[in-house]
């Protein structure tokens, strides 16, 4: 079974930084996509970012220019860098990694919160 840990969140001032980290254990076909999702109080979960096998990144539009989605092969780890923090980054945020071999399932993270103060 594939273990998904993310650690690194807190709560920080507008305009902070944080790094979240997410380590995955491998598969003998790897991930179609490893990446990060959010969710706040009373909303549904949503993108935030991801990374594909050929290291192609894409970000949600509400996060781009501000997080970063990197990855470290030899530590099976997945990171995400935000800056520029805003109140509405406030979430407990899940990292994900997908597979389509031999058929489509997702994997989850417990979640990391993250509080944004104004």
């Known amino acids: 079974q594939v273990q998904v840990v993310e650690s690194g969140g807190g709560l920080v001032h507008a305009g902070a930084s944080l790094r979240l980290s997410c380590t995955i254990s491998?598969?003998?076909?790897?991930?179609?996509?490893e990446g990060w999702y959010r969710q706040a109080p009373g909303t549904q979960r949503e993108f935030v970012a991801e990374?594909?096998?050929?290291?192609?990144?894409n970000y949600a539009h509400s996060v781009k220019d501000r997080f970063v989605i990197s990855r470290d092969r030899a530590k099976n780890t997945v990171y995400l860098q935000m800056n520029n923090l805003k109140p509405d980054d406030t979430a407990v945020y899940y990292c994900?990694?997908?597979?389509?071999?031999?058929?489509?399932?997702?994997?989850w993270g417990q979640g990391t919160q993250v509080t944004v103060s104004s």
């Open positions: 994900n990694a997908q597979t389509t071999i031999p058929s489509f399932q997702e994997f």
């Open positions: 491998r598969r003998p076909y790897g991930f179609a996509s």
């Open positions: 990374i594909l096998p050929d290291d192609t990144k």
